[in-house]
């Protein structure tokens, strides 16, 4: 009994030192052995049966090959994936997020594909412009293959805009300067309506007691603020960081930034959007379907949300215009990277390659909840929007304008959060003046000297 | 603990009045004799402790001298942790913060806990009532967290709906940070008063009648009785529930991490949540294992003195 265990526990050694000498300088690769269970995990709820079906058709197309896919949401999805990594028992391929996989290379826990890439003959120029690109690392290997693409647009109630007379072609041609709000922020203005039914910009008007607020508040957004005001920031000519990806400093010292996060603070201020301490807990898009804000910004990734709301009729529009006459949206796209310590690399490396191939794609795009990263498949997935009755244009005109630009992609991404968060929910709740976003900006750069 | 000690202590004394008679071989093979059969009895929680309590703490004190981010081996650093963690204004407001939740949680709910007791022990001895009262500590402290998070909520929790309807102005519990604390303070003072009630009530119930009925023969009225005779002799239990929960609370975690998340801004951000971001958010485990050993000496500071300032193992009955 005792030298079986023993016995175990020399094959076992030798497994693990024969594992963690294969992980090394590890590449993937669909050759050898592609057979057994794969676990994937993503974390949108909403995607689940697009996914689930292409794992369905994965598996009859490669029987040896069983993939089971798990969601998690968003809060948990992160935590639960870290743990399981360091634990050694982590899904096989998970769905990665722009702001995280850089943490994933710098601790060796993804296997850069290049291998696979060129050995299996993938077409990079098939995605969407840039979207390839954003998962080469910093140190010049590829960790992934886009899957999706999103930007963001304004989402809003148009019988609320009916009856402040506002048209919904007025909505598609908005703009807006960090100095007075533009037309957009009159708007805003005239769609806050008090207790008393007084509007924003009327005489008389009681901050105090808003019954519906103009602008919808999701939080402050902390460094990145892609729902909340990246879209504004964008049109000012500030930029994230030095570079991107894989800048080493950041600009929330720049006065077009604070500029910007100041008019944001200010529609609190002038009772147009709701205070900050209300929105802990609350859901932007709940309040929304609610009927206590008339517009919100958000992702494309939530339009079946905001369509789900009974008795609320839906309009889109583009972002406004800001002070170079161009609009933006942060371009966003998610991809599968393969994690490092996985036993089936083969198998593995297979199932991301169909992922990011269009038999998947125009599967997802059929489903009609977000923008797949295959040009032809986006295509798809607006005529699946269009034929549920939602055009989709205002998401996908910035692409086509060429308007987008890029999440931040840098190393530290959770020590800047740290930060960034309680920085920025000091300045949006009134604590702080825009100005102390210097001092967090040299917090953040000093963790780049270290 | 000191109700083991009121009770150990009477044979230790008869035991070493009779020890002189016989001879110290015969004891010291008596206890070896029994040390086998002990080894046997204490084993599974010896296996627990050594296991799951003191390995993991070693290694932890072991790790607070490191850099260790999880991946690579941990990188001896000596003091260095402890001494970012004196400079590191969130430490500061992380202890902050806890104490001020601690001093709300325990005061309140000490209070509330003694005065049901009391009214357990003199109104209803109804083993529905004391059912009743300890259904909140039933419930899982995440639901508990939640269900309050949605009640409190400030566009569409019960809560605010009823302040509106009185005629008071919204308050956003969680979001506001004069709120934020006193808020998750209420929540577990709710959901552990009923528990704490049943302890205290648990002490009531071992004072003697015959003190009360002396005490009522010389005329003290209810107040004085509760004062001179009620406090001192509930002194001990009333002392092993201040340790446990005062223990407790300063570990408060899962309320925050369902809720607030450590904001508005830093205004929740406990001592307990802040370690947790530190080796699971941020991978920076040496830090957090430091700040853990920190915790780990304050609260057996406040413990000892706690012991020794109300004298716990002591019993005024002897």
Redesign the interface.
């Known amino acids: 009994m005792k030298k079986a265990l023993g016995a175990v526990a020399v094959a076992a050694a030798a497994a693990l030192a024969l594992s963690a000498c294969t992980s090394g300088s590890n590449q993937a690769s669909s050759k050898g052995d592609a057979s057994g269970t794969i676990n994937y995990w993503l974390w949108d709820a909403n995607q689940l049966p697009a996914y689930q079906q292409c794992a369905d058709d994965f598996h009859k197309a490669n029987p040896n090959i069983t993939v089971k896919v798990t969601q998690t949401g968003w809060n948990d999805y992160w935590?639960n994936l870290?743990?399981s990594l360091?634990a050694g028992n982590g899904p096989d391929v998970f769905t990665d997020h722009l702001s995280k996989f850089g943490d994933f290379v710098k601790?060796?826990?993804i296997l850069p594909i290049d291998d696979a890439v060129k050995t299996d003959n993938i077409d990079l120029n098939q995605y969407q412009p840039g979207l390839a690109d954003l998962w080469v690392g910093s140190d010049g290997k590829r960790y992934g293959l886009p899957k999706d693409w999103d930007t963001v647009a304004l989402f809003y109630n148009k019988d609320m805009l009916a009856k402040a007379g506002i048209s919904d072609s007025a909505m598609q041609s908005l703009n807006w300067n960090p100095q007075d709000g533009g037309s957009f922020e009159k708007v805003i203005a005239h769609l806050t309506v008090d207790k008393n039914g007084k509007r924003g910009d009327e005489p008389g008007f009681d901050k105090n007691n808003v019954a519906t607020y103009g602008f919808g508040l999701d939080g402050s957004g902390s460094g990145i603020g892609q729902t909340e005001w990246s879209f504004l920031t964008g049109t000012t000519g500030w930029n994230y960081t030095n570079k991107n990806p894989w800048g080493t400093q950041y600009n929330y010292n720049d006065p077009k930034f604070q500029q910007t996060i100041a008019w944001y603070k200010g529609l609190i201020d002038k009772g147009y959007m709701p205070?900050?301490?209300?929105?802990?807990?609350?859901s932007e898009p709940?309040?929304f379907g609610?009927g206590?804000s008339a517009i919100n910004v958000n992702g494309d990734w939530l339009l079946s949300q905001y369509k789900g709301y009974k008795g609320i009729n839906l309009g889109l529009a583009p972002t406004p215009t800001g002070p170079d006459g161009k609009r933006a949206s942060m371009f966003n796209g998610l991809a599968d990277s393969i994690n490092a310590a996985t036993k089936n690399p083969a198998a593995s490396t297979k199932w991301v390659e169909y992922l990011a191939s269009s038999a998947c794609q125009d599967v997802v795009a059929s489903h009609a909840v977000v923008f797949p990263a295959i040009k032809e498949a986006t295509d798809k997935a607006a005529a699946a929007f269009k034929a549920k009755g939602t055009d989709v244009t205002p998401f996908t005109q910035q692409v086509k304008d060429g308007t987008t630009f890029l999440m931040p992609i840098t190393n530290n991404a959770?020590?800047i959060?740290?930060i960034m968060?309680?920085a920025m929910?000091?300045v949006m709740?009134g604590?702080a003046p825009v100005s102390s976003l210097t001092d967090a900006n040299n917090q953040v750069n000093a963790l780049f000297q270290q | 603990m000191t109700t083991t000690s009121v009770g150990a202590r009477k044979p230790v004394r008869r035991g070493a009045g009779a020890l002189p008679s016989d001879g110290a071989p015969n004891r010291r093979r008596r206890q070896l004799g029994d040390l086998r059969v002990a080894l046997v009895f204490v084993a599974p929680a010896l296996v627990g402790f050594v296991l799951f309590y003191l390995v993991p703490t070693v290694r932890g004190v072991y790790l607070s001298f490191t850099d260790y981010d999880l991946f690579s081996n941990p990188v001896w650093v000596g003091l260095a942790n402890y001494i970012k963690i004196f400079q590191d204004k969130l430490f500061w407001n992380a202890m902050g913060v806890t104490t001020e939740y601690v001093l709300l949680n325990i005061g309140f709910q000490t209070v509330i806990a003694l005065g049901l007791a009391l009214l357990m022990y003199h109104v209803t001895r109804s083993t529905l009532v004391r059912g009743i009262l300890l259904m909140p500590y039933l419930v899982a402290n995440v639901v508990v967290a939640l269900l309050w998070f949605w009640m409190l909520d400030y566009q569409i929790g019960i809560v605010n709906e009823i302040l509106q309807w009185i005629g008071l102005p919204r308050v956003a519990f969680f979001g506001n940070d004069q709120w934020a604390i006193p808020t998750i303070a209420f929540v577990n003072v709710w959901r552990n008063m009923g528990y704490t009630a049943l302890l205290l009530f648990a002490g009531l119930q071992a004072i003697p009648k015959h003190v009360y009925e002396v005490a009522a023969l010389d005329g003290a009225n209810r107040w004085k009785t509760f004062w001179k005779i009620t406090i001192p002799l509930l002194r001990p239990v009333l002392l092993l529930v201040l340790v446990v929960t005062i223990t407790g609370s300063f570990q408060i975690f899962d309320t925050v991490a369902v809720t607030t998340k450590g904001g508005p801004v830093n205004a929740t951000r406990v001592i307990q949540y802040f370690i947790y971001q530190k080796a699971f958010s941020d991978q920076e485990f040496g830090y957090a294992s430091a700040l853990s050993v920190i915790l780990f000496i304050i609260l057996a500071i406040i413990a000892f003195l706690q012991m020794k300032i109300l004298r716990g193992n002591e019993n005024d009955l002897d």
């Open positions: 935590g870290t743990n360091v601790n060796h826990e205070k900050l301490e209300t929105t802990v807990g609350a709940d309040d609610a206590k959770a020590k959060n740290d968060q309680p929910d000091s709740s604590k």
